[in-house]
């Protein structure tokens, strides 16, 4: 159910790029949240995930469905009886999932996304930093997005380096509509 990135990786590096220009304390744990980078070019949806650690909450998770263009090659047959080929480009909307966990999970174990513990896909890593922690991304279709909207909890599944345990990350789906009917106009 969930599709690869594609191979020519596509606004990805432009996503952290307008990241820094967001406000993260507008982001809660919990409902979506809808945000757009101060020159309005940018926009995402958003959530946290928190633990209570002793007297305050700390941030675990952060994830973020934003739009991105990709451009897909393609070939039109021109001429049958030549056959005679044109390449062209098409522009594809597409929406991304973003998730970033914390340091220190097992990069050897595929991050699994369940919607109401109903199983959807493994994730793929695509980079760890001190800043960010491990980020994992996919490209999500309508089918998913439906799941989005009528589900109650998104949970992310990943291994913790040298625990048999999994680490699982709730976010609440509250809100999630309505942050992304506004994401998908911009």
Known sequence: MIHKIFKNIFLVSSFFLYLTTYS?????????????????KSCLSAIIS????KEKKQIIATAYIQMATTTQKKMNLINE?????????????????????????????KPTIAIDDK??????????????GCIITAAINDELIELFKKGKIMTIITGIYGNPQNLKIAFPLTNF???YAKLIKE
């Open 24 to 40: 993260i304390s507008e982001i809660n744990s919990k409902s979506w949240s809808f945000l757009c980078s101060e020159d309005q």
């Open 81 to 109: 009886e030549d056959q005679t080929y044109k390449l062209s480009e098409d522009n594809k909307t597409v929406t991304l999932l973003f998730v970033k966990l914390p340091l220190n999970v097992d990069l050897r174990k």
């Open 177 to 179: 509509t309505k942050s």
């Open 50 to 53: 928190e633990i209570n650690n």
């Open 119 to 132: 199983k959807l896909g493994d994730l793929n890593f695509t980079h760890c930093n001190s800043k960010d």
